[in-house]
């Protein structure tokens, strides 16, 4: 999932102890970086329809850095040098704050505890609870699963006729991550998280819509009614989850993400909390499972309309040889990169790069932007995987993952369920593209997604 506020268009909330945001003075606000000149309800409009364009074209007016200016005095500094990035991400945690930057969307769903939305020692406290559960060694227990659930779900796909592989592919993936977190266990239960989380996504789809009804006593049908249920329903269910994990007896042999979390212990020998432990539960299912599905989409989008690379790819594995799977995988993460953009609030007035950034504004290390540089790549609009076939990408020019102490958890995890579904979905069916041409960039809510869902064509099963 993702990690920034969507739409960076609802006011914000306070600090984390419950400060009022620094106000900027009209002398601050002189030295943001220069940006379009457009009114903010224009950037605004512009930033939410047409994300991309506006990005290139203030790329090519503006150069590595510049401002978008959006309503209610929220103001992005817009960053792609990688050299740059690399000073926002070694930056101190005390002046740039990732978790105030992601809590102004993203806390009503993950809760206060959630590591997304943390700061300093609360956020790495967090982190390190977390991290072992994601462990490498981890991830060979659950390739069987991943394959044995791709499996089910591509012999439920039509032949002949197109579907969306975006849907496809979130089916696989929120079923993967309700199985790694929670283990093999009530298949009841699992079903009822699997629909509410599956609920609470679609809210979410629209968070201007569902924040802008936040407020109003508006009936029970409103976006943020609906929202209000779903989460207290996954509450329920959560909270009864682990009241059994903690009482269960094989909790030490249970090599699941709850019972890691139950058993981790911070630096001073404390266990997490229940409502620590249901809000990572849910930032986990959240961020676990939309992200990985939809580059898993990007990646069949891509290679379906570039038949070389996917001949080459075939033959590859048949060959028993994951380079070149390694290198789509890369490839796809750099040109269509699901999160565009990380965010850090300004706690205090700090320099980056020369230019003076003032408290209050949100610095913004622009993943596509650097992902699309021509100094760094050959071609860089063209899908071409042979760039990275046996090369690692530039360091802060390629972060899909977001970076410093804040990269993603899962980066491992949404690689390794990359690596195990496309060689097993190839393996099934011959597929082909149902659009002439690759889909266009769309945003939903805080991702960048196909415009129509990736749509493709069974041709064949294959024995
Ligand atoms: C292709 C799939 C994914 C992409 C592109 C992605 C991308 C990101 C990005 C850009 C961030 C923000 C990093 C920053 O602020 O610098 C992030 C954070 C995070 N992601 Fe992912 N993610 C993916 C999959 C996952 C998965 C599978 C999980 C968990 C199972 C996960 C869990 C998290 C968590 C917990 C954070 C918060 C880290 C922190 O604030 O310390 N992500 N992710």
Same mark, same amino acid.
């Not at 929670?182 to 009530?186: A, E, H, I, K, P």
């Given at each position: 999932m993702a990690a920034s506020s969507p739409y960076h268009l609802v006011p914000r909330l306070g600090h984390?102890? +419950?400060?009022?945001v620094t106000t900027r003075s009209s002398e601050e606000l002189a030295v943001l970086p220069d940006g379009p000149r457009y009114p903010r309800a224009v950037q605004a409009m512009l930033w939410l329809k047409q994300p991309t364009w506006l990005l290139d074209r203030c790329a090519r007016l503006y150069g590595d850095v510049f401002t978008l200016r959006l309503p209610l005095g929220t103001d992005l500094v817009q960053v792609s040098d990688p050299e740059l990035v690399r000073a926002v991400f070694g930056g101190s945690t005390d002046v740039l704050r990732a978790g105030e930057a992601n809590a102004t969307i993203i806390e009503p769903i993950v809760?206060? +505890?959630s590591v997304l939305v943390l700061d300093g020692p609360e956020h790495l406290r967090q982190r390190k609870l977390i991290s072992p559960a994601f462990h490498g060694d981890r991830m060979r227990a659950w390739e069987t699963a991943v394959r044995d659930i791709t499996r089910a779900e591509v012999a439920r796909w039509p032949v002949g006729k197109p579907f969306a592989l975006r849907s496809a592919m979130q089916s696989i993936t929120l079923e993967v991550i309700v199985r790694v977190v929670? &283990?093999?266990?009530?298949a009841a239960r699992y079903e009822k998280v699997r629909g509410q989380v599956a609920r609470i996504a679609g809210i979410g789809r629209s968070p201007f819509l569902l924040f802008a009804t936040q407020?109003?006593?508006? &009936?029970?049908?409103t976006p943020w009614a609906r929202f209000l249920r779903a989460r207290k329903a996954l509450h329920e269910l959560l909270a009864e989850q682990i009241s059994d994990r903690r009482a269960a007896a094989d909790l030490e042999q249970r090599t699941d993400v709850l019972s890691q979390l139950l058993m981790a212990r911070d630096d001073e020998g404390r266990a997490m909390t229940d409502e620590e432990v249901r809000d990572e539960l849910i930032t986990l299912l959240f961020a676990g499972h939309e992200t990985t599905a939809t580059s898993l989409a990007w990646a069949f989008d891509l290679l379906l309309h570039h038949q070389p690379a996917l001949s080459h790819l075939i033959e590859q594995l048949e060959d028993g040889d994951r380079v070149y799977l390694d290198a789509v995988i890369r490839e796809t993460l750099r040109l269509r990169?699901?999160? &565009?953009l990380v965010d850090r609030h300004v706690r205090e007035r700090t320099t980056i790069g020369g230019h003076a950034i003032p408290a209050g504004a949100i610095v913004c290390p622009n993943i596509y932007l650097a992902q699309r540089r021509e100094d760094l790549y050959d071609n860089p609009t063209a899908f071409r995987p042979e760039r990275f076939d046996g090369q690692s990408p530039p360091g802060f020019g390629w972060f899909p993952f977001g970076?410093?102490?804040?990269?993603?958890?899962g980066a491992s995890f949404a690689t390794f369920e990359m690596r195990v579904v496309i060689p097993e979905v190839l393996r099934a069916v011959t597929l082909r593209p149902a659009s002439g041409r690759p889909a266009r960039i769309r945003r939903e809510a805080v991702t960048f997604v196909p415009h129509n869902g990736a749509p493709a064509v069974v041709t064949s099963r294959r024995p």
């Open positions: 984390a102890d +419950n400060e009022p809760g206060p +505890n929670f &283990g093999v266990d009530d407020d109003r006593k508006l &009936g029970p049908h990169p699901v999160v &565009g970076g410093g102490i804040r990269r993603c958890l």
